[in-house]
Each structure stands twice: as C-alpha cells, then as structure tokens.
C-alpha cells in the first residue's frame, strides 16, 4: 500500500521560509519521480516541482529560483525547500507519485504566506 505523509507547512510572512517533507512507503522510492503540486483556494491544482529517479528536477515558472526540490533516497523522503515567500504562494501543497499507472497523493500539509 503506497502512502505519502507531508509535513513542514504552516504559517510564515512574506519573504521568509518553509521546507516541505514527504515520506514515502510501499514503493521502491528510488526508481521513481516524485512531484509536488499545490492547490489555492478556488483554483485548479498545479505542478510546482518535479524530481526524477536520477535528480534532474524542473520547475513552475512562478517558483523558479525560490523554490528548491530535492530527495533523499535513504530516508525515502523528498523535500521542498521554500524560499522568499510571496502571498500568492498560500495553497495547500501536496506530495505526488505514478506507480504502476496509478497516481497517489499524499493528505497534503497547508501553507499560508501572510502578515
């Protein structure tokens, strides 16, 4: 059974940081790419981050050079490190796997940007 657990979100001011975890179970994590997407209230859900099996990662524009997605295969846990905080950052962000065709998220872990 494939289970993905955040944690890390919270309340923070703008310009400041947060780093995001998700622990992974029930997949041989090292062999897949592991994502994370958000989702703001009344808005449809996006891609943030992606980080593949072999550590390429890539990007939404709107965090590029803030944000930073980065995995640690001994722990079976990605992370994303948030930088320089805006407001429109605010979403609930959620961990994201395909294995064997099927997708799996995580229960998601809420981030609020404000002062």
């Known amino acids: 059974q494939v289970q993905l657990v955040e944690s890390g979100g919270g309340l923070v001011q703008p310009g400041g940081s947060l780093r995001l975890s998700c622990a992974a179970s029930?997949?041989?994590?090292?062999?897949?790419?592991m994502d994370w997407y958000r989702q703001a209230p009344g808005k449809e859900r996006e891609l943030v981050a992606t980080?593949?099996?072999?550590?390429?990662?890539n990007y939404a524009h709107s965090v590029k050079g803030r944000f930073t997605i980065s995995r640690d295969n001994d722990k079976n846990t990605v992370y994303l490190q948030m930088n320089s905080l805006k407001p429109e950052d605010t979403a609930v962000y959620y961990c994201?796997?395909?294995?064997?065709?099927?997708?799996?998220w995580g229960q998601g872990t809420q981030v609020t940007v404000s002062s």
């Open positions: 980080i593949t099996s072999g550590g390429s990662t």
């Open positions: 029930g997949i041989m994590f090292r062999i897949y790419a």
């Open positions: 994201h796997v395909t294995s064997s065709r099927n997708n799996y």
